[in-house]
């Protein structure tokens, strides 16, 4: 079958054609309709998060129809549209069984530990396979994989509360989720900072209030946030950049109390001053890693109802290509891709 893979760190991926993957006995093998680009996939092919065994086909944003269902499987029928949960785990481990799957220590993550979703097929225990219905694209359903469930579990991470305000630091296809999650989960108001003015079109369309942060330092950047809370500062910050600039951005601009979650991948230190960040106002710097099968089960929900809508968040597809995928990839690096692209094989 066809496949998109990454053969080595700091190396383009590559178009291949590896064997089918097998279906075991309680497995489901999935056929492909949708994968997304994440920002992630930038740091494994630059080598900046480590990838193994390679070559590996990248993509954890996965969503399709189950092809084939393994023997034991009665949960799952051929047919099914389904997204797939990324976290591969044992399901019987003490932090699986306590609904902290992330931690489990035999767990692979798809497209990063074990083959993902660039590919025409992938397998997957049937667990990790969400029933999605039929009126959530599978473009929309992929990227909810990702983008949307980690938005969610860093807002828990964040213990928002009903009334809270919230900061969104980038609105790219994580922001854009976790601005209308945010709303969705009761927050007064949301402030989305961001340097592309379209993306920040779209976030005011989704209720946010938006600083353009083009040519502005972090302080300044902190100093409007202040502004527009009468000087308070945010109950909830969200940093989904992976930059110095913005975690700071996030940290400086919580009120008294406030929680500053950080979500984007970064390789270089953040520096702190604890008193000013973090004593002063008795704030929190919270790390939030993936996300938990159970939200995505909400998550779909939302999506159901219209709660959620990915309908103009998916702006752009590709076809099964590495030169097309690269392409993607390196418009990320840069921070100029658009809100979220799709492989669609």
Not at 165 to 187: C, E, F, I, K, N
Not at 200 to 219: N, Q, W
Not at 266 to 272: E, F, N, R
Request: hydrophobic share 45%; net charge negative; with cysteine.
């Amino acid at each position: 079958m066809r496949a998109v893979r990454l053969p080595a760190p700091g190396h383009p991926v590559e178009d291949a054609e590896i064997p089918m993957p097998p279906c075991g006995p309680g497995d489901v093998l999935v056929r492909v309709r949708a994968a997304g680009i994440c920002h992630s996939d930038v740091h494994y092919r630059a080598g900046r998060s480590r990838v193994e065994p390679l070559p590996l086909t990248l993509g954890h944003e996965i969503a399709g129809e189950i092809a084939e269902v393994g023997q034991h499987v009665l949960s799952h029928n051929v047919g099914d549209a389904v997204c797939l949960h990324y976290l591969v785990t044992c399901g019987q481990c003490d932090d699986c069984l306590a609904g902290r799957e992330q931690f489990c220590v035999t767990g692979k993550m798809l497209g990063h530990f074990t083959d993902g979703g660039w590919a025409e097929y992938v397998a997957v225990p049937a667990r990790n396979a969400v029933p999605v219905p039929h009126r959530v694209p599978f473009e929309q359903g992929a990227v909810m994989m990702c983008s949307s469930a980690t938005s969610l579990h860093a807002l828990r991470k964040g213990r928002l509360k009903v009334g809270e305000s919230v900061l969104v630091v980038g609105v790219g296809g994580l922001g854009m989720s976790a601005v209308q999650l945010a709303r969705a989960l009761g927050a007064a108001e949301v402030i989305a900072v961001d340097r592309d003015p379209m993306k920040l079109a779209l976030a005011e369309r989704f209720g946010a209030r938006t600083i353009r942060a083009t040519d502005l330092s972090p302080d300044e950047v902190v100093a409007q946030v202040r502004a527009m809370t009468n000087g308070r500062g945010v109950d909830v910050a969200l940093e989904l950049v992976g930059k110095p600039d913005t975690m700071r951005t996030a940290l400086q601009s919580l009120a008294p109390l406030g929680r500053a979650v950080v979500v984007g991948l970064s390789d270089i230190h953040l520096p702190v001053d604890t008193y000013r960040d973090l004593i002063g106002r008795e704030a929190e710097l919270i790390g939030s890693n993936d996300h938990l099968l159970s939200e995505l089960y909400e998550l779909v929900e939302m999506a159901d109802k219209g709660i959620l809508d990915l309908t103009d968040v998916v702006t752009h597809t590709v076809p099964l290509q590495a030169r097309a995928i690269n392409e993607v990839l390196d418009a990320l690096d840069r921070h100029e891709a658009p809100v979220r692209t799709v492989v669609v094989p």
